[in-house]
């Protein structure tokens, strides 16, 4: 008797190609994502943008700014990228500031004027000259990582100063050198020097990963979201609430799909509604439940974690209705281009677990190889978590936003079209 | 059979509904062939067919639901596609198709708000539905949670909430209980007694004889004849009946036995049609001398069943 049941339902499954997607097709797709991000291509490991202000122009903030360049795992910005061929000029402490806080890059190191001077600091009583490192807080990773960077930077790319440093201290606190041990030391020293200029001291290799200790002193500051009682809720409460939009959007789309098998469709379109006002309707009636689903997430997120709320309406309406009416049109494409609510439960799974995953609704995309970060701009939920991010993390004004809210109603736009193109089966036989 | 009320005469500029040559394939398949129709005022226009014979696809067709591919449709002398046409049609189609999850009123009220009906206007068209179908009482529950017989009322409510004067029913009493489908006479009763034009689809016979004035019998979505029921009676039959006869014995000979006497056998028993009464007492005569045992026998008026099967060859319900 098990084996009849095991073969009725192995036939079921195999004419149910929904089900058949989800059983196989998901779970290897979502491996696939999974595997690319956090595993397999080391080819595309992420780069983390570094802007450097070098205030001092000595030789040692030189040798510095070299080896930073040097590390492959930075992308150091001098300038901001040239547009139309117009040079830029070289950041300034201020620019660079501004451009952490516009979100252009996730930190920037800023060698101060003095720094030649006071290079090194061999202990915590020292009082060497700090590089500034300002930062975005949303990003917990890329500060901790240019730190250790420039400190991997400053013990493989100035031997030179390391070793006059270390000879100062050594004068200094085990007692007068001799003339011939000094004359000794500055020989080498020479020998050093002319080494390091002629390329031919390997400046680059190291053996120094997780050293930690701080021969650079640096001053870490965060200059946005430093007076945000919890970084990561207001990333969260956009980025979840992107991907449960998206879901519930495609579950109300769902609703013509009822419509149409039940024939409510057809009584409806032989009245005065016309298929384009029927389609406007669900889009409205999508986008308001998707803005209202987002309000009730925030002002959760507000009155529970903090999130400031009150001190950004105008923002999170303008980025809310985007949002909103890009995933209720997304909803009714994939309702339209479905034949049954199985199909569109199949098929609105994969695609919203995909886009989530890799739009940043589920971990940032700054943990993602650069590949997978460019790939996640063609998902709702990059714009839209971008968006909120601006508004709320960044404190930028409404006219910041021209950018996501154009692609998140352009995209609306777009999939409204089609959906309505798509929806004319349903209008005759 | 409800009695023909007085039809006057009409153009097809007046006619409720008038379809002429109406042609609609559907790739190889061609699902209505070259129909005509009139429908006057007061009238309810039976279509009679077996599933499949091109009934709902007519229906849709004036509806708008279908586009032909050739022939016309008018409401009125309005295009059926035209906003005139529309207003004035209504449609009560096959399937539930009303909301389950809003009240009766909620349901009733969204159907008319799409037809355009707004304020008193509604409320009023809404009461009036209610009332119709008999489920003032109801108002307030569901739809999802009503029996098969009120979804059913329902349904035939949000077709006509914009009080349209030419109703299209198809099959409206699908799954009823026998007293829902008596309730489901009485409403439709009560519309054309305000003159309204229907349009009726079944394939129970005894309900075109109940309701319809005129039928029209459509197979393999061609008419194959349109009138009264007695006009489809007496062209098919003239004045001969049809005499049911059922024998004991083996069921081999008993049909060779009947059809060498122009009989044929249905449901295991013996038909046969005669011009006079006085041929029964041949035929039975016939059978006792061939040694058949008669075990029951009667004379019947042919109906639209025997219309349709010596139409067709077929039973209504193949």
Redesign the interface.
């Known amino acids: 008797m098990i084996l009849p049941i095991v073969r009725t339902a192995l036939v079921s499954l195999r004419r149910d190609r929904a089900a058949l997607a989800l059983a196989f097709m998901l779970p290897v797709g979502f491996f696939t994502i999974f595997a690319v991000i956090f595993g397999g291509m080391h080819d595309t490991t992420p780069k983390i943008t570094v802007i450097l202000v070098d205030e001092d122009q000595s030789a040692a903030s030189h040798q510095l700014a070299q080896g930073l360049e040097r590390e492959a795992s930075l992308t150091v910005l001098l300038r901001p990228a040239s547009k139309e061929k117009s040079a830029q000029p070289d950041y300034t402490a201020a620019t660079a500031e501004a451009a952490v806080k516009a979100g252009d890059s996730p930190v920037a190191l800023i060698i101060p004027k003095s720094f030649g001077q006071h290079p090194i600091a061999f202990g915590p009583s020292e009082n060497a000259t700090q590089i500034e490192l300002l930062n975005d807080a949303s990003d917990m990773i890329a500060p901790q990582v240019v730190s250790g960077l420039l400190q991997k930077a400053a013990m493989t790319s100035m031997p030179v100063t390391m070793a006059e440093q270390g000879m100062k201290y050594t004068d200094r606190y085990i007692g007068g050198l001799t003339p011939a041990q000094r004359k000794t030391m500055e020989s080498n020293l020479d020998d050093l020097r002319k080494l390091q200029s002629s390329g031919s001291l390997n400046t680059a290799s190291s053996s120094a990963g997780g050293f930690s200790g701080g021969i650079v002193s640096v001053h870490a500051r965060a200059v946005v979201g430093e007076d945000k009682k919890s970084p990561a809720v207001s990333y969260y409460a956009a980025a979840v609430g992107v991907m449960f939009l998206l879901f519930t959007a495609s579950g109300s789309a769902g609703a013509l799909l009822d419509e149409a098998e039940?024939?409510?469709l057809?009584?409806?379109?032989?009245?005065?509604?016309t298929m384009t006002s029927l389609l406007a309707g669900k889009l409205t009636y999508n986008t308001l439940l998707a803005f209202t689903q987002l309000t009730v997430m925030f002002v959760w997120a507000s009155a529970v974690f903090h999130v400031d709320l009150a001190g950004h309406i105008p923002g999170f309406i303008v980025m809310g209705i985007s949002t909103a009416v890009a995933v209720a049109a997304f909803g009714m494409l994939l309702a339209s281009m479905c034949h049954t609510r199985a199909q569109l439960g199949a098929i609105s799974t994969l695609l919203i677990l995909a886009m989530s995953s890799i739009g940043g609704s589920m971990f940032p995309r700054y943990l993602m190889p650069e590949n997978m970060q460019k790939a996640g701009m063609f998902t709702i939920n990059a714009w839209a978590i971008e968006g909120f991010t601006k508004v709320f993390w960044r404190d930028l004004p409404v006219t910041a936003l021209w950018q996501q809210v154009s692609v998140l109603i352009g995209v609306a736009i777009v999939l409204f079209l089609v959906a309505r193109r798509i929806a004319r089966r349903w209008e005759?036989? | 059979m409800a009695s023909a009320p007085a039809v006057p005469v009409s153009s097809s500029a007046t006619l409720p509904l008038s379809i002429d040559g109406l042609v609609k394939r559907?790739g190889a398949l061609t699902a209505v062939d070259g129909v005509s129709l009139d429908v006057r005022q007061s009238e309810c226009l039976g279509l009679l067919g077996p599933n499949g014979a091109g009934k709902s696809t007519v229906i849709?067709a004036i509806?708008?639901?279908?586009?032909p591919d050739s022939g016309s449709i008018t409401l009125f002398g309005a295009r059926a596609d035209s906003?005139a046409a529309?207003e004035s049609?209504g449609?009560v189609?096959?399937?539930?198709?009303?909301?389950p999850r809003l009240t009766c009123r909620e349901n009733l009220t969204a159907?008319g708000r799409?037809?355009?009906l707004a304020g008193k206007q509604l409320a009023e068209s809404v009461a009036w539905c209610l009332d119709w179908a008999a489920l003032q009482d109801r108002a307030k529950d569901l739809a999802g949670k009503l029996s098969g017989g009120m979804k059913r009322r329902l349904n035939m409510a949000?077709?006509i909430i914009?009080r349209p004067r030419v109703v299209l029913m198809d099959e409206p009493t699908v799954g009823v209980d026998p007293q829902s489908r008596n309730r489901i006479f009485e409403m439709i009763e009560a519309l054309r007694a305000q003159g309204t034009a229907i349009v009726y689809t079944t394939h129970y016979m005894e309900e075109a004889e109940r309701l319809c004035d005129r039928i029209a019998i459509i197979d393999h979505g061609r008419i194959i004849a349109l009138g009264t029921k007695e006009e489809l009676v007496h062209n098919a039959f003239a004045s001969r009946s049809q005499v049911l006869a059922r024998f004991a014995g083996s069921e081999d000979r008993i049909a060779a036995w009947v059809e060498s006497h122009g009989g044929r056998i249905v449901d295991s028993t013996a038909e046969f049609t005669i011009e006079r009464s006085i041929e029964i007492g041949t035929l039975l005569e016939s059978a006792a001398k061939d040694g058949f045992e008669l075990e029951d026998v009667s004379l019947r008026r042919p109906n639209l069943e025997s219309v349709f099967l010596h139409l067709t060859g077929r039973e209504l319900r193949e």
């Open positions: 039940s024939g409510t057809d009584r409806v379109l032989s009245s005065r509604v005759f036989a | 559907f849709r509806v708008g639901r279908v586009i906003t529309r049609l449609w189609p096959q399937e539930l198709a009303i909301y159907f799409y037809h355009g949000a077709g914009h």
